[in-house]
């Protein structure tokens, strides 16, 4: 039985209890990595355009639902698409593949290939782009990069569209987490920068 000599003690005692509870330091924060999509291109394959050469506009690519994001994405099964918490893009994938197609594209010495809004310059031809897949595969072992690029190559001056083709690269991952799956991305990015740029020559007006 509480007696009222006991009753402020106790009162103090659970006010403390309470106080201390409040101040305790939480967990400290995780740090979220943040990683890039880069491409280098082979020296002997380097080439600077002449004046001459028509002038390619590379269009801000689109990207399908789910990878407009900055999140890494991943699957474990088909259909389900995931992110994860501590890793990101540094900005969506296809906010760097624009400045990365266009180099790309610049190196072969057939066009002069700019990554500018439309209109901001004139041009005789626009690389359009949608991002269709954009993930870290884990239903397959060992895991997978998957990127899916669909382009179209535009003929200002006429009016028509010169070529379109779909991309598909996988690259097998090295690691089963997400920076094996960046590492992967990036290998996979500079194999569908070097098929493209080869599409773009292929039909060039």
């Known amino acids: 039985m509480t007696t009222a000599s006991t009753m402020p003690g106790l009162v103090l005692f659970l006010l ?10 939480g967990p400290p924060p995780q740090p979220t990595e943040q990683y ?14 002449g004046s001459a050469a028509p002038v390619l506009i590379v269009s801000a690519p689109r990207a399908h639902g789910g990878y407009d994001s ?3 994405a991943y699957m474990e099964k088909a259909y389900g698409l995931r992110y994860y918490t ?12 624009a400045p990365l197609l266009a180099d790309a594209i610049q ?3 057939r066009y002069q290939a700019l990554h500018r809004p439309p209109g901001s310059v004139a041009a005789d031809v626009r690389l359009d782009t949608e991002l269709i897949r954009f993930h870290q595969d884990f239903t ?15 003929d200002l001056q006429a009016g028509r569209v010169l070529a379109t083709r779909l991309f598909d690269v996988k690259q097998v991952a090295a690691t ?19 098929e493209l740029a080869r599409f773009c020559v292929d039909h060039q007006p």
């Not at 880069?38 to 394959?45: I, M, V």
């Open 176 to 194: 089963e987490n997400a920076y094996g799956g960046v590492v992967a991305a990036n290998q996979a990015v500079q194999q569908l920068l070097q």
């Open 16 to 25: 403390l209890l309470l106080t201390g509870c409040s101040v305790l330091p």
């Open 36 to 49: 890039t999509l880069e491409y280098t291109a082979a020296p002997q394959s380097a080439d600077t355009p």
């Open 140 to 154: 397959v072992q060992p895991s997978a990069m998957r990127v899916t690029l669909r382009a179209q190559l535009v």
């Open 86 to 97: 501590r890793s990101r893009w540094a900005a969506t994938p296809a906010r760097m593949l």
């Open 107 to 109: 190196e072969t010495g």
């Open 70 to 72: 900055a999140r890494i």
